[in-house]
């Protein structure tokens, strides 16, 4: 059964470490990160961004898929199934399909009107038993055609917004989405402690987690990330493993050009990239 993100979250900020949130597209990708989540013991949440929710002919969809799945695979760690970036009607749609989990991404609101949205929607969240999470401070580069530079929030309105009773809260650090540039200057600590310093037991979630470097993730757990986005990562090593395969002429050999026999190299990358992040963000065994 789907779990709200809340029990998860508060659990990992006050042992420090962090839970992932790994971002879906089909049924390879969520059958590779539950059975990857369940062989090593962790919570973990699965990410829908509308563009996704869009492709996977909708959030009914999805919900059907992923509850399957949980039952057919005898998964019993918690799962959240969550919106990635959602919009306000996105965010309604997603807690009438029966996800677990939203995000309202009103980031790009005047301060104002992201508290009024943003009140109205945990509301409806709590009302249906699920987790909401808000960003304040665009998150840089590119998600789903919206792009952003990597600002960093103000640390008195991310306390604004995280006492509207929002279960957890992203807040750009200078983070960005997809590959970082090479001149990039790294995670605002500084930002990310007074942000802290100021919202106190509230998880904070770091969005593009692809290519930041492993030091850097660990400082940021240890200052209250609790809930760690990747997405970009796993459809690399989806790409290149097929890409092998493909090179290599394996879909000409016998029944090599078989889908279940075609994608199974990158679904084992996306095992083996979930088990990577599970490790460093130290969720394993939290279960
Ligand atoms: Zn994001």
């Known amino acids: 059964m789907l779990v709200s993100a809340k029990d998860m979250l508060e659990k990992a900020k006050a042992g420090h470490y962090a839970v992932g949130q790994f971002n879906i597209n089909n049924l390879e990708w969520t059958k590779a990160i539950l059975l990857t989540a369940q062989e090593l013991n962790s919570p973990v949440i ?48 997603c807690i009438e399909a029966g996800f677990s989990s939203i995000m309202f991404d009103g980031s790009h609101y005047p301060i104002d009107e992201n508290v009024a949205k943003t009140t109205e929607l945990v509301k409806l969240a709590n009302e249906n038993g699920m987790s909401i999470e808000a960003e304040v401070g665009s998150i840089g580069g590119e ?88 997405n970009t990562e796993c459809q690399l090593a989806f790409a290149d493993a097929t890409r092998k395969y493909i090179e290599a002429g394996k879909d000409l050999e016998g029944k090599g050009f078989d889908p279940r026999k075609l994608l199974a190299p990158g679904f084992e990358a996306i095992k083996a990239t979930v088990k990577e992040k599970m490790e460093l963000f130290g969720s394993v065994g939290k279960a």
Not at 61 to 87: F, K, R
Not at 169 to 174: F, R, S, T, V
Request: net charge negative; hydrophobic share 40%.
């Open 143 to 230: 998600e789903d055609g919206v792009i952003g530079k990597g600002e960093c929030a103000d640390p008195n309105e991310c306390k604004a917004i995280a006492d509207l009773g929002v279960t957890m809260l992203a807040a750009g650090i200078g983070n960005i989405h997809g590959k970082y540039p090479d001149n990039w200057e790294g995670l605002s600590f500084e930002t990310l402690d007074a942000i802290q310093q100021l919202t106190g037991e509230m998880p904070l979630v770091l969005h593009g987690g692809t290519g930041i470097p492993a030091d850097m993730i660990k400082k940021a757990i240890t200052l209250g990330v609790a809930k760690i986005n990747v």
């Open 46 to 93: 699965l990410g829908v961004s509308e563009g996704a929710g869009k492709y996977m002919t909708g959030y009914k969809t999805v919900v059907g898929m992923v509850n399957g799945m949980l039952e057919e695979l005898n998964i019993t760690v918690p799962v959240a199934l969550h919106l990635d970036h959602g919009s306000y009607e996105g965010c309604l749609k």
